[in-house]
């Protein structure tokens, strides 16, 4: 009989998410320290892998400028991860990261002094930036940095910044890096012993894969669901051999949003209640007016899709920076995308939206959803999730009381914490 495989799962909160329902109400209890302990807190009882935070490198616009409902930032990662590392001592910690706007060494030295609060227990979530909307936050500077001979290319320069990282926390009084875009000589300012963040990769592209292929522990990807899991996670395997690497070190994490209750009929109807107010009216216009262009005032955010196509050669403008809607490129293909989502489930333009928005939503009691969590790891879509938030307060709980304990009892997923590292955790 085959050995069921293990289902890995970590958390995302950042106190801002693209399907966290919030206003003024919850204000109080949201990007607060107890609202990130809370997460921690649950996280740390359901066993969880790691806590997962984003990074806010900008505010999302659509073409009249940042949209009301967003929230204008998060606390820092590191500074919020290391004060919930020293109160709960097994779960690990993962930072998202930017290359392109951080400083090489300045990214070592507060990845490493997680590390020496957390103790093998730090993560890194690299990306690689390339917004001109986030890069004003961080540098003065007018434009990205550019090597000598040519425009500048964030993969190799996010490449130097990794390689210069992972130097830089090795060990050695001396640090010296020489690249096309970093010329370094540092005596480090270490605390503790050396180290080796686990890294997170998160992107799509074929370039993207590559990327983590190459250099990552993981990758964060987007496909909770059999349609294009197993497709993306044999994609890896592929590139990961053709790099050298066994498939058995490295680690796909699918981004997943779960509505659990006592019972089937309860999560639908908590889903029923929950979706009208995921977006609000605005993002949805300003969707609508990334795809099909300018205008739309009076447009119903329940009802229909437009019917017109957008115009001949038309782009997608800031659609990608909305909702994690990787979109960029032909808005005819978008729409088109959305229509067939619409015409599939008979949507209104808002729960459309919802739905084809880069997240999965599972649905249901704790046998169903702990069900189809172990069928999308045993059957090779992803090997574990990042689950993210789908309403403000107390929506972890539901998860951890109803699913984790049916996961336990299906056997593939632990009963205790163990001493061993985030990297040894993951991999294992």
């Given at each position: 009989?085959?050995?069921?495989?293990?289902?890995?799962?970590?958390?995302?909160?950042?106190?801002?998410?693209?399907?966290?329902?919030?206003?003024?109400?919850?204000?109080?209890?949201?990007?607060?320290?107890?609202?990130?302990?809370?997460?921690?807190?649950?996280?740390?009882?359901?066993?969880?892998?790691?806590?997962?935070?984003?990074?806010?490198?900008?505010?999302?616009?659509?073409?009249?400028?940042?949209?009301?409902?967003?929230?204008?930032?998060?606390?820092?990662?590191?500074?919020?991860q290391?004060?919930?590392?020293?109160?709960?001592?097994?779960?690990?910690?993962?930072?998202?990261?930017?290359?392109?706007?951080?400083?090489?060494?300045?990214?070592?030295?507060?990845?490493?002094?997680?590390?020496?609060?957390?103790?093998?227990?730090?993560?890194?979530?690299?990306?690689?930036?390339?917004?001109?909307?986030?890069?004003?936050?961080y540098?003065?500077?007018?434009?990205?940095?550019?090597?000598?001979?040519?425009?500048?290319d964030?993969?190799?320069?996010?490449?130097?910044?990794?390689?210069?990282?992972?130097?830089?926390?090795?060990?050695?009084?001396?640090?010296?890096?020489?690249?096309?875009?970093?010329?370094?000589?540092?005596?480090?300012?270490?605390?503790?012993?050396?180290s080796?963040?686990?890294?997170?990769?998160?992107?799509?592209?074929?370039?993207?894969?590559?990327?983590?292929?190459?250099?990552?522990?993981?990758?964060?990807?987007?496909?909770?669901?059999?349609?294009?899991?197993?497709?993306?996670?044999?994609?890896?395997?592929e590139?990961?051999?053709?790099?050298?690497?066994?498939?058995?070190r490295?680690k796909?994490?699918?981004?997943?949003?779960?509505?659990?209750?006592?019972?089937?009929?309860?999560?639908?109807?908590?889903?029923?209640?929950?979706?009208?107010?995921?977006?609000?009216?605005d993002?949805?216009?300003?969707?609508?007016?990334?795809?099909?262009?300018?205008?739309?005032?009076?447009?119903?955010?329940?009802?229909?899709?437009?019917?017109?196509?957008?115009?001949?050669?038309?782009?997608?403008?800031?659609?990608?920076?909305?909702?994690?809607?990787?979109?960029?490129?032909?808005?005819?293909?978008?729409?088109?995308?959305?229509?067939?989502?619409?015409?599939?489930?008979?949507?209104?333009?808002?729960?459309?939206?919802?739905?084809?928005?880069?997240?999965?939503?599972?649905?249901?009691?704790?046998?169903?959803?702990?069900?189809?969590?172990?069928?999308?790891?045993?059957?090779?879509?992803?090997?574990?999730?990042?689950?993210?938030?789908?309403?403000?307060?107390?929506?972890?709980?539901?998860?951890?009381?109803?699913?984790?304990?049916?996961?336990?009892?299906?056997?593939?997923?632990?009963?205790?914490?163990?001493?061993?590292?985030l990297?040894?955790?993951?991999?294992?």
């Amino acid at each position: 009989m085959t050995e069921l495989r293990r289902v890995h799962i970590g958390v995302q909160y950042n106190a801002e998410d693209p399907h966290e329902i919030w206003h003024r109400e919850h204000l109080p209890s949201i990007n607060t320290r107890e609202s990130f302990e809370r997460a921690a807190e649950v996280a740390e009882r359901a066993l969880f892998d790691f806590y997962f935070q984003a990074e806010t490198s900008t505010i999302g616009e659509g073409p009249d400028g940042p949209l009301e409902p967003n929230v204008s930032g998060r606390a820092d990662n590191i500074t919020a991860q290391s004060f919930l590392a020293a109160r709960h001592p097994h779960l690990g910690f993962v930072s998202t990261i930017n290359t392109t706007y951080n400083n090489a060494l300045d990214i070592a030295k507060r990845l490493g002094s997680l590390d020496a609060i957390a103790p093998g227990r730090a993560g890194w979530n690299l990306v690689l930036g390339g917004s001109p909307l986030a890069y004003r936050n961080y540098r003065p500077l007018p434009e990205p940095i550019r090597a000598d001979d040519g425009p500048f290319d964030r993969y190799r320069y996010g490449l130097e910044v990794l390689e210069a990282v992972r130097g830089y926390l090795g060990g050695g009084d001396r640090f010296e890096y020489r690249g096309e875009y970093l010329d370094i000589d540092a005596r480090p300012l270490r605390i503790g012993a050396p180290s080796d963040p686990f890294v997170f990769y998160a992107g799509g592209s074929g370039r993207s894969r590559d990327f983590a292929a190459a250099n990552a522990d993981a990758i964060y990807s987007h496909f909770s669901n059999l349609e294009h899991g197993p497709r993306f996670t044999r994609d890896m395997h592929e590139r990961l051999r053709r790099f050298g690497r066994d498939p058995e070190r490295f680690k796909v994490f699918s981004r997943v949003a779960v509505i659990a209750a006592e019972s089937d009929a309860d999560a639908r109807e908590l889903e029923r209640d929950i979706l009208p107010f995921q977006v609000h009216p605005d993002t949805v216009l300003a969707v609508i007016r990334a795809v099909w262009g300018p205008g739309y005032e009076d447009f119903d955010v329940d009802g229909s899709l437009p019917s017109a196509d957008p115009p001949e050669g038309a782009e997608t403008g800031s659609v990608g920076s909305l909702l994690g809607m990787y979109w960029e490129g032909d808005a005819r293909r978008a729409a088109k995308h959305l229509r067939a989502l619409q015409d599939r489930t008979g949507f209104g333009a808002r729960q459309t939206i919802v739905h084809a928005s880069g997240t999965d939503l599972i649905v249901g009691g704790p046998a169903t959803v702990a069900g189809r969590l172990s069928e999308l790891v045993q059957r090779r879509a992803t090997d574990g999730f990042v689950i993210v938030p789908h309403i403000a307060g107390t929506w972890l709980e539901p998860f951890a009381e109803l699913v984790v304990p049916e996961l336990q009892a299906m056997g593939v997923y632990p009963e205790e914490y163990r001493a061993e590292s985030l990297r040894e955790r993951v991999l294992a």
